[in-house]
T-cell receptor, first 115, second 114 residues
């Protein structure tokens, strides 16, 4: 597609449930990022992929969060045992090249609400 | 440590006024990039500009202009003759040789009233 595509656009889940959020980056983009944005805040870095491997996962808040990108394109962010504090917009982004300083292009986000 | 500060939480102007959004950054790296993004009510972050630390020339794109001053670690964004469609949250961001992540400020919400 032309832009970064994220599904679902909205997800409401009960506390304790497992959630998967999917991201399809811009075609040909090598690097993929996940960010989280809480109300009234800027995007907060979670994890960065170069190809299939996670080059930097220092932003994942705890071991309930995990992300994969098995074929170097589509990525899935997985959240286990969801908590109400996980409610936020999860943003996926991609850039043409790997490394620092590249312009990253965002999708519309997946709004997660944990009730 | 890297940090981006956008001290203005909200700004409200009347259409056709000029408005400047402030951005102050912190980094120990001498090589870095600065960015501005726009997030309209629809929610998607839209890239506006990327500037590297070696280029301090001001940039103008239509009604938008950016003033980069390394001496004050600032990268301010001015909208000339604002329009209602400029209403959005604007984010300043920083990426440096210190890592892969791009760090964002908390954003400035701009309201442009007709």
């Amino acid at each position: 597609g032309a832009g970064v595509s994220q599904t679902p656009s909205n997800k409401v889940t009960e506390k304790g449930k497992y959630v998967e959020l999917r991201c399809d980056p811009i075609s040909g983009h090598t690097a993929l990022y996940w960010y989280r944005q809480s109300l009234g805040q800027g995007p907060e870095f979670l994890i960065y992929f170069q190809g299939t491997g996670a080059a930097d996962d220092s932003g994942l808040p705890n071991d309930r969060f995990f992300a994969v990108r098995p074929e170097g394109s589509v990525s899935t962010l997985k959240i286990q045992r969801t908590e109400r504090g996980d409610s936020a917009v999860y943003l996926c982004a991609s850039s043409l090249d790997v490394g620092w300083g590249n312009t990253i292009y965002f999708g519309e986000g997946s709004w997660l609400t944990v009730v | 440590a890297q940090k981006v500060t956008q001290a203005q939480t909200e700004i409200s102007v009347v259409e056709k006024e000029d408005v400047t959004l402030d951005c102050v950054y912190e980094t120990r790296d001498t090589t870095y990039y600065l960015f501005w993004y726009k997030q309209p009510p629809s929610g998607e972050l839209v890239f506006l500009i990327r500037r590297n630390s070696f280029d301090e020339q001001n940039e103008i794109s239509g009604r938008y202009s950016w003033n980069f001053q390394k001496s004050t670690s600032s990268f301010n964004f001015t909208i000339t003759a604002s329009q209602v469609v400029d209403s959005a949250v604007y984010f300043c961001a920083l990426s440096s040789t210190g890592g892969f992540k791009t760090i964002f400020g908390a954003g400035t919400r701009l309201f442009v009233k007709a």
